[in-house]
């Protein structure tokens, strides 16, 4: 009886371990498995970057949707043009709309600059400007991005170059899928009500080769100042333009270290990330 008695408390003990253990494990579990349900379950996948989307295929879209008293007509008035272009001396390419490339080789023969202003959608995945760096949450990795519409700005083509190209981004616009990483970005970490815009401007001519003719993609390299969080710096990234009729797309991207800009690097006890994220763009400009 007495040997009963004395091993009752040790049962307790015991039972009280096993909880105690299986409370710790549940707690582990909990903070490695809700973040990977949350990532992969759960938060949307993030918006592809400007590179993986492209640029906008807008002849194409244009070709294919077109009704076909819209696509006779448009081939009427190319003929006419074609014909008008011809006694004019003016040679057209054979693999674009005959207006076009009489439009396109006349400005270049004159040495006439064109002059483009950057229209803006409302739709965050057809223009924007915007970043994406790299968080890992309790051990899962994933991508915050952020992006807005609200950006303005310029472009003039000059022939075969870019001679001038600047925007100006809004940036106390910036949203993500995550109110609580906006508040950090427009708090302690961009300081938007201390700096609301970033800008970026060419400091030399961007060659795209030739002079661009409609729905041909040319890569190139653009040489400006980036200035964030009130800090300007020349930078060289690789650009995609591409025109088509009255408008030209351009997208690019380039990395930039937080350090570099004086910018508090985002991590924090739950989220930590790189010291480092990537600029994104993808702009429209309109001829003037």
Do not use: C
């Not at 909880?19 to 909990?30: D, L, T, Y």
């Not at 350090?259 to 924090?268: E, H, M, R, T, V």
């Amino acid at each position: 009886m007495s040997d009963q008695i004395n091993t009752e408390p040790k049962k307790k003990v015991k039972l009280w371990l096993k909880i105690a253990i299986g409370v710790v494990v549940a707690g582990i579990i909990g903070a490695t498995a809700g973040p990977f349900i949350y990532i992969h379950l759960i938060k949307s996948d993030a918006p592809k970057s400007a590179e993986q989307q492209g640029l906008p295929t807008r002849a194409s879209d244009t070709a294919t949707t077109a009704p076909s008293s819209t696509v006779a007509s448009t081939a009427t008035t190319s003929t006419a043009t074609s014909t008008t272009a011809s006694t004019a001396g003016t040679t057209a390419a054979s693999s674009a709309p005959a207006v076009t490339a009489a439009t396109t080789a006349t400005s270049a023969a004159s040495g006439g600059a064109e002059n483009y202003t950057l229209t803006m959608s409302n739709d965050v995945t057809v223009n924007y400007v915007g970043y994406r760096v790299t968080e890992n949450l309790f051990g899962q990795d994933t991508e915050g991005v952020g992006r807005t519409t609200g950006v303005t700005g310029s472009l003039t083509l000059d022939g075969s170059a870019i001679t001038a190209a600047e925007f100006t981004v809004d940036m106390t616009t910036v949203k993500s899928d995550e109110d609580n990483r906006d508040r950090k970005f427009q708090g302690e970490i961009m300081e938007t009500s201390t700096y609301p815009t970033a800008n970026f401007t060419i400091t030399q001519p961007i060659d795209l080769g030739t002079v661009p003719a409609d729905g041909n993609e040319i890569t190139a390299t653009a040489t400006g100042d980036l200035t964030l969080h009130g800090v300007t710096k020349s930078v060289t990234l690789t650009v995609k333009a591409q025109r088509n009729g009255d408008i030209i797309d351009v997208l690019g991207s380039t990395n930039i270290a937080f350090a570099d800009y004086g910018i508090a690097n985002p991590s924090n006890g739950a989220v930590t990330t790189a010291d480092n994220g990537t600029i994104e763009f993808l702009l429209s400009f309109t001829k003037a």
